[in-house]
């Protein structure tokens, strides 16, 4: 039978103890105990099928040599509905050998037919890489497996254009690189007889609708090459996969859904750090006068961790897991620390490595960080540690969600709800060594939405995961996106077909700005350069991070959050080296630091503004008004706090002249009547204080709704905004022209609201924490706040608002 996936870690150190021992000795580090709740999730057989009648021998017997001995029935359904030319979805649970549902009918084509080629799609490089491995171990002649992406030397790429029959990329160098260069892949495109996009779940919001497009384009050049490909999607469990693959590819998808691998048992831990004495919290009011839970596009990196909050009532979730962390490797369990955020994976593993060096001079050495921005090299060099087993604990962020097939650790720690349940299950499923018992922690940070989860274990694990959202009719994607395929041949009138709804409308908008020109032929791209197209929605190129003394690369930082990371003065983490940033050059991409250790750490703080476009639909509730609409919002970074990292108290704040980002998206508002504020019993003078606290826990909470973060939408709030003329509450998709989550939060506003306002109310502090109305990106130092009153602007909201 197969084992769970293709390459498992190697054996390493023997198994430690068992999961419901090892979480017992967690438990018992502490005079309370820190567990909320523990959920057991049955061990399950497997279901195997005979091997379809199509395989080859030569296949089954190259599968059977790693150890697969027949296919698991849902990978034989999804590789049959392919193998007769089906596109199809299989959407099942993390190592449950998705890989063999595409491989098999991939590989068996290849075999079949010496000139058809298979295109393998993933959302990152490593995952790429590892499936190079996993194809290139069945060492089947004449398939020539090869990755083409950033890190391909020059040198070998024409050799891949025309001799690669199984070439594995990403969609961006599918957008950059292929795309463009379709002439020189004419040979390639004319013979493909496969798309796979693998982790198709990963595909949402501005991102996903990206790529839907460069999907389509990939289907327009295929065809002008006479190639109708078949399309085979991998995704982990989620909502409606079909609907969504189809929103995807533009095509009709079969989805496979029913998982029939063998599955070890997860103990799962929901875990709440405990509170700290009260001398602990600090503040520093400054109370503005529309006050906002950030406005730029945002980016896991962003999240800069839980020193981020002013006042630390709970122990900080990174300070926990790096404990956590540490005692499971001293234990001689393997673990994967999931962390946010790029600095918090830092920090976890030199604190990790720091109190095992305490304990055990050099067995620091078995833990490391991995994160995005890392040099190839360090990497892959990463990978090889873990898979080979000098590593035994790695603190990562979701990079590696989706990388190396992680699967056969004994331990998950997962630092703060990952914003969906979707990847939440991703997460824990990296553990489970063969089908043994596993461990999995969900540490809470101190927010309003893990505070809620750990409390409400029924929306964990009595919840359906979500569906993925993306809108491949967004304007901001659908113009430039034509504009791209124009580029690559003259759009016509059927193409337009091709791309959907509002293509006709777009192609119009791109002739009246000039970017277009009609012919009877078609629509012509006009300029000599290409459009700049971001898909990933980072706002723009990335930067470089540059050691002034030595010139050496370090890594790199996305664009969009430059501003927040390394502006002047900003301190930068980089495998557990301190550094402060001496210059950002914006212009260049490149900022350059020093080597220091500083005993405080930075904080950027930004100011929003925030005005109406239009109002798309609307509910009047009396004196409470639901809207959805455009707006745009005005965003800069104005200054940065320094703080001491051992009180987290500020020591001073520091001006920066960086300049003004503007982002039109859609947003979700809710206005309420003066006279209801006042009935209600807030006062005018807390007005300010209670919409600001609604809004924080609002924005906390929409992920229990829509297939997002808190990082991926922002918000703001006023006593009297010029617009509505009255006290209002915004809620704003963080990606130009929105992403599809203030549609969401719109559509289920009584039940994403009655969540806040129950989290709020349960919440055991008496003037509101991170917990409940506290922001960890508050632009504005999470003031002023006022706990009790945003429950009664929220009551007013529910019982005014239709169910």
């Not at 979701?398 to 699967?407: H, I, P, Q, S, T």
């Not at 791109?510 to 970017?515: N, S």
């Not at 509450?729 to 022209?737: C, I, K, L």
């Not at 609201?753 to 991170?770: Q, S, V, Y």
């Amino acid at each position: 039978m197969e084992s769970s996936s293709a390459a498992t870690v190697s054996a390493g150190p023997g198994p430690g103890p068992a999961p419901v021992d090892l979480l017992r000795r967690l438990r018992a580090r502490g005079a309370a105990d820190p567990v909320t709740h523990v959920e057991r999730v049955p061990a399950r057989a497997g279901v195997p099928a005979p091997w379809p009648s199509w395989a080859p021998t030569e296949l089954r017997a190259a599968f059977a040599r790693r150890g697969v001995v027949a296919p698991w029935q849902h990978q034989a359904e999804a590789a049959t509905l392919a193998y007769e030319g089906q596109h199809v979805v299989v959407a099942t649970g993390t190592a449950s050998g998705k890989s063999l549902a595409y491989q098999l009918p991939a590989l068996a084509t290849l075999l079949a037919d010496p000139r058809a080629t298979v295109l393998y799609l993933a959302p990152t490089k490593a995952l790429a890489a590892d499936q190079l491995r996993a194809v290139a171990t069945l060492e089947l002649e004449g398939v020539r497996p090869a990755c083409y992406d950033g890190d391909t030397p020059r040198t070998e790429r024409e050799w891949i254009r025309r001799h690669s029959r199984f070439v594995l990329t990403n969609p961006d160098m599918l957008h950059h690189g292929i795309l463009p260069g379709h002439a020189q892949w004419s040979g390639f495109l004319r013979r493909l007889a496969y798309v796979v996009i693998d982790e198709c779940h990963t595909y949402r919001g501005v991102f996903g609708s990206h790529v839907a497009h460069v999907l389509r384009r990939l289907r327009r050049q295929c065809a002008r090459f006479g190639a109708t490909p078949v399309f085979v999607l991998a995704s982990a469990t989620s909502g409606d996969p079909a609907t969504a693959a189809g929103r995807l590819t533009g095509l009709p998808v079969t989805a496979v859904t029913e998982d029939a691998s063998p599955r070890g048992g997860v103990t799962f831990a929901l875990w709440e750090p405990p509170l700290l004495p009260p001398e602990s919290s600090s503040s520093s009011p400054v109370p503005p006068q529309a006050t906002g839970d950030g406005s730029s596009p945002p980016a896991p990196s962003q999240a800069t961790g839980d020193h981020d909050e002013l006042r630390q009532v709970r122990r900080s979730a990174l300070r926990e897991t790096a404990d956590l962390l540490a005692d499971t490797v001293a234990e001689g369990v393997r673990t994967l620390a999931f962390v946010r955020s790029r600095k918090g994976a830092e920090v976890v593993a030199a604190n990790a490595r720091r109190a095992l060096d305490d304990a055990v001079p050099g067995l620091g050495d078995r833990v490391a960080a991995y994160r995005g921005g890392y040099l190839r090299e360090e990497r892959r060099e990463l990978e090889r540690a873990l898979l080979h087993g000098d590593l035994l604990g790695l603190a990562s962020t979701n990079a590696l969600e989706l990388g190396v097939d992680l699967v056969g650790l004994d331990a998950v720690l997962i630092c703060g709800y990952p914003g969906t349940r979707a990847s939440l299950w991703q997460q824990a499923g990296r553990a489970g060594r063969s089908g043994q018992e596993a461990l999995a922690v969900l540490v809470a940070r101190d927010d309003p939405l893990d505070t809620y989860l750990v409390h409400h274990p029924e929306a964990i694990f009595g919840a359906p995961v979500e569906a993925t959202v993306l809108d491949p009719a967004n304007p901001y994607v659908l113009a430039p996106q034509l504009a791209c395929a124009a580029v690559e041949a003259p759009l016509t009138p059927a193409d337009l077909a091709l791309f959907g709804e509002g293509a006709k409308e777009a192609v119009d908008e791109l002739v009246a700005a000039g970017a277009l020109r009609q012919r009877p032929t078609g629509w012509y791209w006009r300029h000599r350069e290409r459009p700049e197209v971001d898909l990933r929605g980072e706002g723009g190129a990335p930067v470089a991070v540059v050691e002034s003394s030595t010139g050496r690369l370090l890594g790199t930082v996305d664009g969009g959050s430059s501003h927040f990371l390394l502006h002047s003065g900003a301190v930068y983490l980089h495998q557990g080296v301190s550094y402060v940033v001496d210059q950002l050059d914006l212009a260049d991409g490149c900022a350059l630091v020093r080597a220091e250790e500083p005993d405080w750490s930075t904080h950027a703080r930004d100011v929003t503004d925030l005005s109406v476009v239009s109002v798309r639909s609307y509910v009047d509730a009396g004196p409470v008004g639901m809207f959805l609409g455009e707006v745009d919002v005005t965003s800069q970074v104005v200054s940065y706090q320094r703080r001491r990292i051992a009180t987290g108290e500020v020591i001073d704040t520091r001006p920066l002249d960086l300049p003004t980002r503007e982002l039109r998206t859609v947003a979700v508002w809710f206005t309420l009547s003066p006279q209801s504020l006042a009935l209600a019993g807030v006062q005018p003078a807390d007005v300010p204080g209670a919409l600001h606290a609604a809004e924080h826990a609002a924005i906390g909470l929409l992920p229990l709704m829509a297939t997002c973060d808190r990082w991926d939408i922002g918000g703001l709030s006023t006593a009297l905004h010029p617009d509505t003329e009255a006290p209002t509450v915004f809620v704003y998709d963080g990606h130009p022209g929105g992403a599809g989550f203030a549609e969401r939060a719109y559509g289920t506003a009584a039940a994403w609201l009655r969540a806040t306002r129950d989290a709020i109310a349960e919440c055991g502090c008496e003037t509101g924490c991170p917990s409940c109305v506290q922001s960890p990106k508050c632009g504005n130092g999470n003031n002023p706040l006022s706990k009790p009153d945003a429950i009664r602007v929220l009551d007013v909201v529910l019982t005014n608002l239709p169910a």
